[in-house]
Structures are given as structure tokens and as C-alpha cells.
């Protein structure tokens, strides 16, 4: 079936740096791929729609400059959260337009990453 | 492990109630929740049930909760050709999601 592989599943960064979190549908082409936020003991927060070849559509609140979103090709879509703060310490998760088993498209998530920013 | 299981299709006619079910496997869950998603958008966050409930009615939603089964089901009152969507069930944190149940509303 199909599978989407989120890299790297937990990750420590410095405050300040940046760190880079990939995501990847293995057996299918996404044209569209989703990011997500999960802050602790909240529910899952959509922060932008990526769309293969196309800026981000980012919801309302995400600072696009803070959260760069890549989705260069059909299969890779990547989210670096730049100068990172404690703030931003969650759990990211991705996932992946693919085409459902009963026809039609369906969604596929990643693993997700854990994000700790000290 | 933990492990949400869906049934992946239903099927039901405008106006008639409409019940997806999910089974769940971490009893430890503190919240478990029901996402909607419509073609070609994100997730949106439906509803949620704190594990001390049974129920939660929130207008055309409920929600219920059976612990000892591991077992939550989301009922859709007076189905609309616009709930039409995949509905995701999730469990703890972090989220861990089933794959889905693809609602298909006849008019």
C-alpha cells in the first residue's frame, strides 16, 4: 500500500538554527501534500497546502517566512522551520494526496517529527 | 503498538443518519478525535472526546465513546450531499490516524 516517510522522526536543534524536515511518498506521486502542527495535548493544526511545482498556500496565522515550504517534485516535500525557537518545539506531521484503494484520492500520513528547539 | 482501524467505505442516502466506527488500541488515549476531509483540502478538525466521556453531541455530530471496547463511532444526523469526505478517527498524542472512511452521500 501506499507509504508516506517523514524524516527525521525526532530532531534537536539549537535555538536560532534552522532545521529541515522531509517528506516523501515511496510507491506514489503526490501533487499535494499537507503540513501539519500538533501542539502538546492539542488537537492537529493544518499549516499549509503543498503543491508540486507551486508556492505553498499557507493557513491564516503560519508565518511563510518562518516555515518554508518546498515541494520540488512529485514525491518530495520538505518543511524548514528557520531560526527556530523553543516555541516552536511540537510535533510536525505530513501528508500525501495519493490514490485511494476503492478509486479516487485519498490521504496518507507521514510518521511525523518531533521537534524539540532548546 | 498502536494500531486505528476504519472501515474504508460508506455509502448512505441524503437525509438518512450516517455512522462511521473506528477501533482504537492505546488505552491511554487522553482524547480521541474525528477529522473530516474534503477533496483536495487539509484536515479539519470535526469534533474530539475527552476519555472520560461515553458522549459528546455537538448539532448534527455525536460522538460516542466505549472504552471497554476500544471503540468510537462519529453519527452524522440528516446526511447532506456536502458531508460527502473521508472521515479520520485519531487517537493520543501524538496523533495517530486511521486511514480513513470515505462517506459517499446519494441524493
Known amino acids: 500500500g501506499a507509504v508516506v516517510s517523514q524524516h527525521p522522526s525526532r530532531v534537536i536543534c539549537k535555538s536560532g538554527t534552522s532545521v529541515k524536515i522531509e517528506c516523501r511518498s515511496l510507491?506514489?506521486?503526490?501533487?499535494?501534500m499537507f503540513w501539519y502542527r500538533q501542539f502538546p495535548k492539542k488537537s492537529l493544526m493544518l499549516m499549509a497546502t503543498?503543491?508540486?511545482?507551486?508556492?505553498?498556500?499557507?493557513e491564516q496565522g503560519v508565518e511563510k517566512d518562518k516555515f518554508l515550504i518546498n515541494h520540488a517534485s512529485l514525491t518530495l516535500s520538505t518543511l524548514t522551520v528557520t531560526s527556530a525557537h523553543p516555541e516552536d518545539s511540537s510535533f510536525y506531521i505530513c501528508?500525501?494526496?495519493?490514490?485511494?484503494?476503492?478509486?479516487?484520492?485519498?490521504?496518507?500520513f507521514g510518521e511525523g517529527s518531533w521537534l524539540t528547539v532548546v | 503498538g498502536e494500531d486505528v482501524e476504519q472501515s474504508l467505505f460508506l455509502s448512505v442516502r441524503e437525509g438518512d443518519s450516517s455512522v462511521i466506527n473506528c477501533t482504537y488500541t492505546d488505552s491511554s488515549s487522553t482524547y480521541l478525535y474525528w477529522y473530516k476531509q474534503e477533496p483536495g483540502a487539509g484536515l479539519q478538525l470535526l469534533t474530539y472526546i475527552f476519555s472520560n466521556m461515553d458522549m459528546k453531541q455537538d448539532q448534527r455530530l455525536t460522538v460516542l465513546l466505549n472504552k471497554k471496547d476500544k471503540h468510537l463511532s462519529l453519527r452524522i444526523a440528516d446526511t447532506q450531499t456536502g458531508d460527502s469526505a473521508i472521515y479520520f478517527c485519531?487517537?493520543?498524542?501524538?496523533?495517530?490516524f486511521g486511514k480513513g472512511t470515505r462517506l459517499s452521500v446519494i441524493a
Open positions: 510507491d506514489f506521486q503526490a501533487t499535494t
Open positions: 501528508s500525501a494526496v495519493g490514490q485511494g484503494v476503492l478509486g479516487g484520492n485519498t490521504i496518507y
Open positions: 485519531a487517537e493520543n498524542t501524538p496523533l495517530v
Open positions: 503543498s503543491n508540486e511545482g507551486s508556492k505553498a498556500t499557507y
